[in-house]
Every structure is written in structure tokens, then in C-alpha cells.
């Protein structure tokens, strides 16, 4: 079993920046995503990144803005966003899955973090 932890959101003003982290416990996932959810929206893929950190895959919303990463020593997931926006305010999940491929399917992963709220105010 697997338990993720986020940390990391808070509260910033537009063009800020925040660094999320999601700390896992047991034998973490080999395939890692963030995932966010606003207020009456549906939950969206933002990033995922594979065991080894040589594949990665974002939204088109955040690309060129948020940089995923991992460091696999200290089973920790990381989320570097700049550039924030008031519409990337949201619930940031964390999310692990048993299988090599990254992949944008929220149903794929088998792990999830119960969330950190990030606020971009205008």
C-alpha cells in the first residue's frame, strides 16, 4: 500500500510561484502524476513524469509554466509552478501507479494524496 502526502499549496498572487511536494510512503508507484481540481470542474491531468525522470508529459495549460519532478531516494514528487495564474487555482492531487507508462488517465493511476489547495489571486 501506498500513501502520498502533498504539501506545499497556499495562497499567491497572480505571476507567482509555488512548489508542491508529495511525499509517499511503502513502496511508492513507478509512474507519478499531479492532477487538479477547481471548484465545480472535473479533475484534469497537469503532469506526469516515469520512474527514471526521462519522460514527462504536461497539459498545454501548463507547459512552459510547471516543471515536474522526483527524487526517487526520498520517494518525493515534486511540482514547480511559475507563473501562476488565477486559473490554475485548484486542489492539487498526487497520484502513483504500479505500471512504466506515464499516462494523463486519471482512472490509471491506483494511488492517490487527499490534496493541497492552491490559491492565485488577481
Known amino acids: 500500500q501506498v500513501q502520498l502526502v502533498e504539501s506545499g499549496g497556499g495562497l499567491v498572487q497572480t505571476g507567482g510561484s509555488l512548489r508542491l511536494s508529495c511525499a509517499a510512503s511503502g513502496r511508492s508507484g513507478n509512474t507519478w502524476g499531479w492532477f487538479r481540481q477547481a471548484p465545480g470542474k472535473e479533475r484534469e491531468f497537469v503532469s506526469a513524469i516515469n520512474w527514471s525522470g526521462s519522460i514527462t508529459d504536461y497539459a498545454d495549460s501548463v507547459k512552459g509554466r510547471f516543471t515536474i519532478s522526483r527524487d526517487n531516494a526520498k520517494n518525493t514528487l515534486f511540482l514547480q509552478m511559475s507563473s501562476l495564474k488565477p486559473e490554475d487555482t485548484a486542489v492539487y492531487y498526487c497520484?502513483?501507479?504500479?505500471?512504466?507508462?506515464?499516462?494523463?488517465?486519471?482512472?490509471?493511476?491506483?494511488?492517490w494524496g487527499q490534496g493541497t489547495q492552491v490559491t492565485v489571486s488577481s
Open positions: 497520484a502513483a501507479r504500479a505500471a512504466w507508462a506515464v499516462t494523463t488517465r486519471a482512472d490509471e493511476y491506483n494511488f
